[in-house]
Each structure stands twice: as C-alpha cells, then as structure tokens.
C-alpha cells in the first residue's frame, strides 16, 4: 500500500476555474508539503504544512493557492482561477522521521 | 547556481556499466536524498544520508556525502535497462524541512 495516494491522477481544467487536487497521507504524520514540477523541470517546493498549520512557503504560493487539511486525514491543495502556467505534476510529501515520502503525483493540465 | 545542481545533466551508458552522478549544494544541510522519477511518473525515494554519514549503500546503489565540498555522488553498479530514469538529489536543512531539489541527471541504459 502507497505511504501516499494522490487523487486524481490526471485533471484537464479550463483556464480561470478553481481546482482541488488531494492527497491521502496515510499514516499519522504531523508534516505535509506540496511541490510542483512543471514539465521538463526540477521540482519547485510549494508549501509544508505542520500541525494544521503553514509553516513555510516559496514565492510560488501565492494568493491563488491555498492548503486545508479538513478531516484530519485527506490533505488538499487548492488553485484558484488556474492560469496555463499551472499546468505541471503536483507532488504531495509526508515526512517520516527525516525521509519524505512522496505521492505519484497529479498532473494538472490547464487549457 | 542553484542548491542541489546535478551533473552529468545527461548520461548514456551501456547495461552492466556502472553510473555515477554528482551533486553540489550551496547551503549547510541536514540530510540528503536521491530519488528516481520515471518518466511522468513520481518520484521514488532511494537512499537518504545525513550530514554526519560520508558514505551509504543499499543494494546496487552507493551514496557519497562530502559536507567540506558540499558535493554528494550517487554510483549505480551493474546498471540495467530498467535504472533508465530521471535521477534528483534533494537537500533539507533541517530534521523535517522543506526538501530543495536539483535540475536531475536523466540516466540511460542500452541494452
């Protein structure tokens, strides 16, 4: 079983609507992270995520983007109004002790 | 320069050959990471080694840390078609931080 389940694995967005990708870390981790890889590029760090709490975030993470963990367990990203920029793989991260575990991944796909 | 640059950014060898790939940092850190990414897909962690550790190895897999030229190798034995793959070195400062990554060597296997 994946330490981390992303869903979807594949979303196709008009330009200006809202998307929501969600992750499932699924052990009782306090530190989560989003990163982000636009196509042919490094991963970029988005934001971590303590205690129910943002504890850091890039210059990436702007206002357009936000991060919930709801129900104690699924862990979101939100992206309001997606811009074609946006499209990239978005990679959803726990830490267990010093080793991050990543999920596969959702790549957005803006048009 | 950016924290975490790899180097070759590309490497071709034949199946059997061994495969080093280097990587530099800039920043003091708190451990190291190299993950595989295949092609679209997410990023599979590999070998994690800690500030204070010089060298790991698991499996055909050996990782070299150098904090005095902030420099870091990863040496695959025995490569086959199948290590063909985008390979990253991330960087944390600290225990549980945000992981900053470098541009990847795409590796190349021949059969």
């Keep these: ?111 | 320069s950016q924290q975490g640059e790899e180097d070759p950014q590309a490497l071709s060898i034949q199946e059997g050959e061994n495969a080093t790939m280097n990587c530099s940092y800039k920043t003091s850190i708190n451990n190291l990471q190299w993950y595989r990414q295949n092609s679209g897909r997410g990023l599979v962690h590999l070998i994690l080694i800690r500030s204070n550790e010089r060298e790991k190895h698991s499996g055909r897999l050996r990782v070299t840390l150098d904090t005095s030229k902030k420099s870091s190798s990863l040496l695959i034995t025995a490569s086959r078609a199948a290590d063909t793959a985008s390979y990253f070195c991330a960087t944390a400062r600290t225990n549980a931080g945000k992981s900053t990554f470098g541009d990847g060597t795409t590796l190349t296997v021949k059969p």
Aim: glycine share 6%; with cysteine.
């Design chain 1, 1 to 111: 079983e994946p330490e981390v389940t992303q869903t979807p694995s594949h979303q196709v967005t008009q330009m200006g609507q809202e998307v929501i990708l969600r992750c499932v870390p699924i052990s009782n981790h306090l530190y989560f992270y989003w990163y982000r890889q636009i196509l042919g590029q490094k991963v970029e760090f988005l934001v971590s995520f303590y205690n129910n709490e943002i504890s850091e975030k890039s210059e990436i993470f702007d206002d357009q983007f936000s991060v919930e963990r709801p129900d104690g367990s699924n862990f979101t990203l939100k992206i309001r109004s997606t811009k074609l920029e946006d499209s990239a793989m978005y990679f959803c991260a726990r830490q267990g002790g010093t080793e991050a575990f990543f999920g596969q991944g959702t790549r957005l796909t803006v048009v």
